[in-house]
Structures are given as structure tokens and as C-alpha cells.
Nanobody
């Protein structure tokens, strides 16, 4: 299963950016799709995740500012990021977990996209 991310870039503090990620390949069922980020000098951390039933979970640091959404028909997940702050600067990675058409579990990652927020 392959993930292709788009979006990201450079924005001033208080601005907005959106990310999208499309999953393709031998997919039977997508159980969850989400976004993680890795800030300089830190480990990768969960930003937001959504399940097939559209339940969502967010890191405390982004609640009220970021919104994750999912379009099941297109195997695509989006992350709308508002009120961005310099501490949101990171490489953002898309993640997808589920089952392939052979009923094998997969846990795939995108290549990462840079988000830079200037003060």
C-alpha cells in the first residue's frame, strides 16, 4: 500500500495550511488513517487519527486548531491546520493501517512533508 502526501510548506504564525494523503494499492479495508509529525530533535508523535467509522482523536497540543477528515471512497485523509504556531514546525507523515485484498495487515507511511511556521 502506497501513501502519497501533498500540501505543507511555509506559513506565518497564525496562518493555515492543509495536507492531504491518498492511499493506493491492494486495499481491502482501511481501519485507520492519521497524521504524525516529527519536530527537530524529537521523536515522531501522533497529531490526529480517524477511523473508518469517522471517530477522531487529536494530540492535546492541536485540539481546537487542527481538523482531520476522511473521504472513504477515495481512501484519502486530510488535515486542516489553523492558527499555526512555530512549534508546529515539523515533518508531517501520513499513516494508514488496514487489510490488503489478501487479508494481510498493513501499516504504511508516507514520505513526509515539511511544514514550517515562521514567527
Amino acid at each position: 500500500v502506497q501513501l502519497v502526501e501533498s500540501g505543507g510548506g511555509l506559513v506565518q504564525a497564525g496562518g493555515s495550511l492543509s495536507l492531504s494523503c491518498e492511499a493506493s494499492g491492494s486495499i481491502f479495508r482501511l481501519v485507520a488513517m492519521g497524521w504524525y509529525r516529527q519536530r527537530p530533535g524529537n521523536q515522531r508523535e501522533l497529531v490526529a487519527v480517524t477511523t473508518a467509522g469517522h471517530s477522531t482523536d487529536y494530540a492535546d497540543s492541536v485540539k481546537g486548531r487542527f481538523t482531520i477528515s476522511r473521504l472513504n471512497a477515495l481512501n484519502t485523509v486530510y488535515l486542516q491546520m489553523n492558527s499555526l504556531q512555530p512549534e508546529d514546525t515539523a515533518v508531517y507523515y501520513c499513516n494508514a493501517r488496514g487489510y490488503t485484498e489478501m487479508r494481510l495487515v498493513f501499516d504504511s507511511w508516507g514520505q513526509g512533508t515539511q511544514v514550517t511556521v515562521s514567527s
